[in-house]
């Protein structure tokens, strides 16, 4: 998958990625797939962000050994907008919960976070939580979930 974003030069950006490994109703933990994730962030023409993951499954070990643990669901979430570096210390109170490993760093205008957990519907609350104090408000409607998943 390619996200390619074009702001204007006054314009801030939060956006989120989900990614959730198998299905949990079906029994699904062993998966096979080779996922590739890029991320490009341009403001006013200037390239200011660019991500590249990718990941193969199965890895050595099922579904993530070393580098995934037990986690069978991701998430990043990006913040471009001038005072990002200030929005950093709410990012990480939000992200401080049992059950998702997460960190979340700041740069030049720019948050990242990412997270794991080993329950999808964990890892979307934590999610939820965070991109709310990024944002410093409600995020849409169409986030609004919750209450299907206690």
């Known amino acids: 998958r390619l996200t390619e ?5 006054d ?4 956006m989120a990625e989900m990614l959730v490994l198998g299905r949990a109703a ?3 933990r062993d998966i096979a797939a080779d996922i ?11 390239l200011i962000f660019h991500d590249s993951q ?31 570096g200030d929005r950093l ?3 990480r109170a939000a992200l401080d919960a049992p059950g998702v490993e997460a960190a979340a760093s700041a740069w030049e205008g720019k948050l990242v976070a990412r997270l794991m957990s080993p329950s999808p519907h964990v890892l979307r609350r ?6 709310t104090a990024i944002g410093g408000g409600p995020l849409p409607r169409v986030w609004a979930v919750e209450e299907c998943h206690p």
């Open 5 to 9: 974003v074009e702001m204007a030069p």
């Open 11 to 14: 314009a801030e950006l939060l």
């Open 26 to 28: 079906m029994g699904e």
């Open 36 to 46: 590739a994730d890029t991320r490009r962030i341009r403001r006013g023409g200037r």
């Open 54 to 84: 990718r990941l193969r499954l199965p890895l050595p070990g099922g579904t993530g050994g070393a580098m995934l643990g037990d986690a069978v669901a991701l998430a990043t979430a990006v913040c471009a907008a001038p005072d990002a």
């Open 89 to 91: 210390g709410p990012a």
């Open 126 to 131: 934590v999610l939820v939580r965070c991109l």
